[in-house]
């Protein structure tokens, strides 16, 4: 996601966008067109579009990741978001207690190497004596990321270092928002922790509260030191730390890659902020963390290399990984300079595809996965053609890693649609590759407008899939209280999420991926406000074929449509209709009312005698909608002739 975008994807959405506005205030709904779209299903006619063609687009934007995806409740868990200088803000961490009671600071004393960033907390008021504690101790809090989600009777694990030359008699409990309900509680208490000491405690709620805090408190005296606190929901996706029910958003829509992890949080506006691979595996405790400069947030790298090859895994989608090929938005590396980040990039390859006993595979290995990664597709950089070092660069890596990875597939960020690369790829991006993908001029927050406009661009999309091999929407998730880019596909907080019409639109073509695209010709309206394609596609759980007729209607006119099929050679047995509409062009989807703008399952259509007629009419388009039909293919039935007007219908 770049602020510069692909111009040509974005151009022509925008286009679409004010093709719809000037239709729905220039007209109103008119009297019904007639429209043909004429389909030929004769085997010689259709073309196997990739299988790879619709895909997802991740990037830590948005707090997607960190406060999204990634199921840690506790932000800035290692204290290291203030930087490597102390005293440092510990933000958002809270103080309860003032000056009188506690004071907390933050030194560099940690024993994890990477992140020495320690939380340093001194209890001056003590249980007994003239200065007596307030009620529960002072010590710390943390809200999460605009509040925790703690869930009745769910159990949440929490972890933490801690080292004091005191014994410690600590509260820990989950509270909401203003610490007086308690959700879960417990004490921790040890005679000895002079060194370094990992504590892990299992908590059960008792009350459910979205916007719930992680309290850390004492009423003794002394010095305590905590370092990497964690909270994680034990029921995470396959125990892999994927928050469930936005997980479950993506698998739901069948996607055949996904892109990871930027993006410009790939580049970093200087490369010291870029993001750093190997920074990002092992145990949680050791990964530093880094800032992202370019969307302004922190992340402790939960959600690493390791966790995007598993997600890619967990979802059944092929992983794109997007490196740092030396360039960010304000420095570079020179190309005589550029070998180091290219045997940093041959190390991350053997990290996700080499053998476990391999110097980075072990690693993978010890972290639970010791067969490899099925990583088919690297791109070097993001968007990246016109920086002054990336034709050299990207040479540097293309032959390094075709010469260790030959069936490896390189995507350039050049564009070679206009003319011929002057390098070699695999694919380009954008137009072989189109990463990024989105209406966002008037697109509110995500509105049916948008859906429109990209719906019309997918199907434009499936007719050129002989030369587009892969397409994907960007952003794809945004949380409702970091609002970096406007529209996203989805939108969620602690607790609730819903898809925009961007995201439902793609529910529509999730089908496409391996089907067949069909010849189709729509008959041109008055106001050509009608685009369609027309696929067969097989369903995976009844195993029958369907023919699926996708058209766009972006008029303020109802349309009606008559399908004239040529070449069957199977029966159509029935059909069904899927629409995706609204009362108003700008209508938006909501936690208030999560589907209004979403697919609806119309009426089963009495498609005849099909066969042997090659028609179904008054197929109703209504105004500003997407309407998708599936029709069963069965084989053709023998029929009997008895009469000799049964012999002539079926000449």
Not at 10 to 20: K, S
Request: aromatic fraction near 10%.
């Amino acid at each position: 996601m770049d602020s510069s975008r692909s111009l040509s994807c974005i151009l022509l959405l925008v286009l679409f966008g004010i093709f719809i506005q000037h239709q729905y205030s220039a007209s109103g709904i008119g009297a019904y067109q007639t429209v043909l779209l004429s389909v030929n299903m004769s085997e010689a006619s259709g073309r196997k579009i990739p299988n790879t063609l619709f895909g997802i687009f991740f990037e830590e934007i948005n707090h997607a990741g960190a406060g999204g995806l990634w199921a840690e409740l506790v932000s800035n868990r290692g204290f290291e978001s203030g930087g490597s200088f102390t005293p440092s803000i510990i933000a958002p961490w809270v103080i309860i207690g003032d000056d009188s009671s506690v004071l907390v600071s933050t030194d560099l004393s940690s024993c994890f190497d990477r992140n020495k960033v320690a939380l340093q907390i001194q209890v001056i008021c003590d249980i007994e004596g003239a200065n007596i504690c307030p009620g529960g101790g002072v010590g710390v809090y943390n809200p999460g990321f605009w509040g925790m989600n703690i869930e009745q009777g769910k159990r949440y694990k929490l972890a933490f270092y801690v080292r004091s030359e005191e014994p410690i008699n600590l509260s820990v409990a989950l509270t909401g928002s203003n610490g007086l309900k308690k959700l879960a509680t417990t004490t921790v208490v040890a005679a000895n922790v002079s060194s370094w000491t990992k504590v892990l405690v299992l908590l059960e709620a008792e009350g459910t509260d979205p916007n719930s805090r992680l309290e850390l408190r004492s009423t003794t005296k002394g010095v305590i030191w905590f370092d990497q606190v964690s909270l994680m929901p034990l029921d995470t996706y396959n125990g892999h730390g994927f928050r469930k029910d936005l997980f479950g958003m993506l698998k739901d829509l069948k996607p055949a890659f996904i892109r990871f992890p930027g993006g410009c949080f790939v580049e970093g506006d200087y490369l010291k902020n870029a993001f750093r691979w190997k920074e990002t595996i092992g145990p949680w405790e050791d990964r530093p963390g880094h800032y992202g400069d370019v969307w302004k947030y922190w992340t402790d790298d939960g959600l690493g290399l390791f966790d995007f090859l598993q997600l890619s895994e967990d979802l059944g989608a092929l992983p794109v990984w997007v490196f740092n090929n030396g360039i960010s938005h304000n420095d570079q590396v020179d190309t005589s300079s550029i070998l180091p980040f290219v045997q940093d990039i041959l190390d991350g390859l053997e990290f996700a595809r080499g053998a476990p006993n391999s110097r980075w595979g072990s690693i993978r290995a010890e972290m639970g996965h010791p067969e490899p990664f099925d990583l088919r597709y690297v791109a070097i950089g993001n968007e990246d053609c016109y920086k002054p070092h990336y034709p050299g660069n990207y040479l540097k890596f293309y032959s390094a890693i075709k010469e260790a990875y030959p069936d490896i597939k390189i995507i350039s960020n050049c564009d070679g649609s206009s003319k011929a690369l002057d390098h070699p790829a695999d694919l380009y991006d954008f137009h072989a590759f189109i990463s990024e993908y989105a209406v966002h001029e008037d697109a509110g927050k995500g509105n049916l407008l948008a859906a429109l406009g990209e719906a019309g661009f997918l199907i434009g999309v499936e007719k050129n899939s002989d030369v587009i091999e892969m397409a994907s929407y960007a952003p794809l998730f945004v949380n409702n209280n970091d609002w970096m880019w406007k529209a996203d596909a989805i939108v969620f907080d602690s607790s609730q999420v819903y898809g925009t019409p961007s995201y439902w639109m793609q529910h529509l073509f999730k089908e496409s991926n391996g089907a067949t695209l069909l010849s189709s010709t729509l008959q041109a309206n008055s106001s050509n406000s009608l685009i369609g394609s027309a696929i067969i596609w097989r369903n995976e759980t009844d195993n029958n074929e369907y023919l699926r007729i996708k058209v766009v209607n972006f008029g303020s006119s109802i349309e009606t449509l008559t399908i004239a099929i040529s070449g069957l050679e199977k029966e159509i047995a029935g059909a069904t209709t899927t629409i995706l509409t609204s009362t108003n062009v700008m209508d938006e989807n909501s936690f208030a009312d999560p589907k209004k703008i979403s697919p609806v399952i119309g009426e089963i259509i009495d498609v005849g005698d099909l066969p042997y007629s090659g028609e179904i009419k008054d197929i109703v388009l209504l105004p500003y909608s997407i309407s998708s039909l599936d029709l069963l293919q069965k084989p053709l039935s023998i029929r009997t002739v008895t009469t000799a007007s049964d012999l002539e219908s079926s000449f």
